[in-house]
T-cell receptor, first 111, second 118 residues
Framework: KNEVEQSPQNLTAQEGEFITINCSYSVGISALHWLQQHPGGGIVSLFMLSSGKKKHGRLIATINIQEKHSSLHITASHPRDSAVYICADSNYGGSQGNLIFGKGTKLSVKP | GAVVSQHPSRVICKSGTSVKIECRSLDFQATTMFWYRQFPKQSLMLMATSNEGSKATYEQGVEKDKFLINHASLTLSTLTVTSAHPEDSSFYIC??????????????FGEGSRLTVL
């Protein structure tokens, strides 16, 4: 059974801190997604990656296929980064919707 | 970037009524859309895959007669919760897959629809 585990479950940081959220999965994947869920529930896709590293603004996502592990980093965190961050993996190609979702990491960035 | 719109964002209905939720891809065509459900403090779970012009594919445990999906055009999929009951109260989210030579088939998510059944 494919499982996706995230850590930590909750994270509180001060504005400006460097943040890392971890994601481990148990079954080999073809792609891993990082998503951001706003307090109102809407979801934004941040990254989809199957190897290496991707960067977008202050966000960086890395993945280690051998270790079945991915990390999401936020540099110079800001209160507007407060949200739930979810990782999800897919065994059927990154474009398939049959994703296995982690339970999310709730991030709160204090000013 | 690509946009997926869901409507309504919130709906409250009485038990026994039916509720329709729309998912639209605003600036791209999507032959495939997906519907997910999220109960409080739980992970998102895929309910069904909506295919334009054909029947939806439902995940195990999801009643297809209760959750009717129609994908009549390349930009619109609808989810109808029929004879809703309080246990159907949940957050429903759709995603659409952008396809084409220039794209990698990445997914775009809607804002979600919160259903409360009284």
């Amino acid at each position: 059974k494919n499982e996706v585990e995230q850590s930590p479950q909750n994270l509180t940081a001060q504005e400006g801190e460097f943040i890392t959220i971890n994601c481990s999965y148990s079954v080999g994947i073809s792609a891993l997604h990082w998503l951001q869920q706003h307090p109102g529930g809407g979801i934004v896709s941040l990254f989809m990656l199957s190897s290496g590293k991707k960067k977008h603004g202050r966000l960086i996502a890395t993945i280690n296929i051998q270790e079945k592990h991915s990390s999401l980093h936020i540099t110079a965190s800001h209160p507007r980064d407060s949200a739930v961050y979810i990782c999800a993996d897919s065994n059927y190609g990154g474009s398939q919707g049959n994703l296995i979702f982690g339970k999310g990491t709730k991030l709160s960035v204090k000013p | 970037g690509a946009v997926v719109s869901q409507h309504p964002s919130r709906v409250i209905c009485k038990s026994g009524t039916s509720v329709k939720i729309e998912c639209r891809s605003l600036d791209f065509q999507a032959t495939t859309m997906f519907w997910y459900r999220q109960f409080p403090k739980q992970s998102l779970m895929l309910m069904a895959t909506s295919n334009e012009g054909s029947k939806a594919t439902y995940e195990q445990g999801v009643e297809k007669d209760k959750f009717l999906i129609n994908h009549a055009s390349l930009t619109l999929s609808t989810l109808t919760v029929t004879s809703a009951h309080p246990e159907d109260s949940s957050f429903y989210i759709c995603s659409a897959r952008r396809e084409g030579v220039a794209y990698t088939g990445e997914l775009f998510f809607g804002e979600g629809s919160r259903l409360t059944v009284l």
